[in-house]
């Protein structure tokens, strides 16, 4: 066969095409133990930032230790012992129908369509007592769904950070969740009131510290309203029935937050 014939170029291009496919592929499945380690560091990183315990001195595995990793149930607050939470994929669990739960619309306020039965949960312990709890949230904002994590003090209900570590918002508007001054501004603020009612919400405009609310109440973000509304949905779905207000709730009641 003429080298200058279609026939021989097409045979050139289809093994070229199929080198290149087995290349990528390969390199793919090869780097993917990597990518995921890369992945995990990162959401500790996340937590250790998040907690006031990161150190850019010392190994992220290592400062990490000092953090108690629990597995909960979500319907009924209690630990579960039989899940390993080093290898507990949640991502997974959430998409498993045996491991998860299908969300009424209705109920669906966060807009995540399934909830897993069981979820992560950070402990923060000083002097052998509980100082933060750090839980995973995640609900849809305008484009995207948002993959963070909201700390709360030892009374279960004041805010010590809040931080996301995954989402495709808009740059420069919805984008802003990732801004260091709005993350900021939800410290101190107060996820229930004193009757245990969710009253936290993100507001549009700034919030007016003389109002009687303003402990509840966080800066909104311009020309993300959408975004905005969906982190509101998203706490509100994960702090309540349907989400961690049974930990919170069994916590209060054995007396470890108060």
Request: charged letters at 20%; one cysteine or more; hydrophobic letters at 35%.
């Amino acid at each position: 066969m003429s080298r200058d014939s279609i026939g021989h170029t097409l045979i050139v291009a289809v093994i070229l095409c199929v080198a290149c496919s087995l290349l990528v592929s390969g390199a793919a499945v090869g780097l993917k133990p990597r990518q995921m380690l890369n992945k995990e560091r990162n959401s500790q990183k996340k937590i250790l930032e998040l907690t006031g315990l990161y150190d850019p001195e010392v190994p992220i595995a290592e400062s990490f230790k000092s953090i108690e990793t629990q597995v909960v149930n979500l319907d009924t607050g209690e630990y579960v012992s039989d899940i390993d939470p080093n290898a507990f994929d949640q991502r997974r669990a959430a998409r498993d129908p045996a491991l998860s739960e299908s969300i009424p619309s209705g109920e669906d306020v966060a807009g995540i369509v399934r909830r897993e039965n069981d979820s992560i949960v950070y402990l923060v312990n000083k002097s052998g007592k509980l100082d933060q709890i750090v839980m995973p949230v995640r609900g849809t904002g305008l484009w995207s769904t948002m993959y963070g994590y909201l700390a709360l003090d030892h009374d279960g209900t004041t805010v010590r950070g809040i931080t996301f570590y995954e989402h495709g918002e808009t740059p420069g508007l919805g984008g802003e969740i990732d801004n260091s001054k709005w993350q900021a501004s939800w410290i101190g603020k107060h996820i229930f009131d004193q009757g245990g009612e969710l009253k936290i919400n993100v507001i549009k405009g700034m919030v007016d510290t003389a109002k009687p609310n303003a402990e509840y109440e966080i800066d909104g973000i311009s020309g993300a309203t959408i975004t905005a509304n969906g982190v509101t949905n998203m706490i509100h779905y994960w702090m309540g029935p349907k989400g961690f207000g049974p930990y919170l709730h069994r916590l209060q009641e054995e007396g470890v937050v108060q």
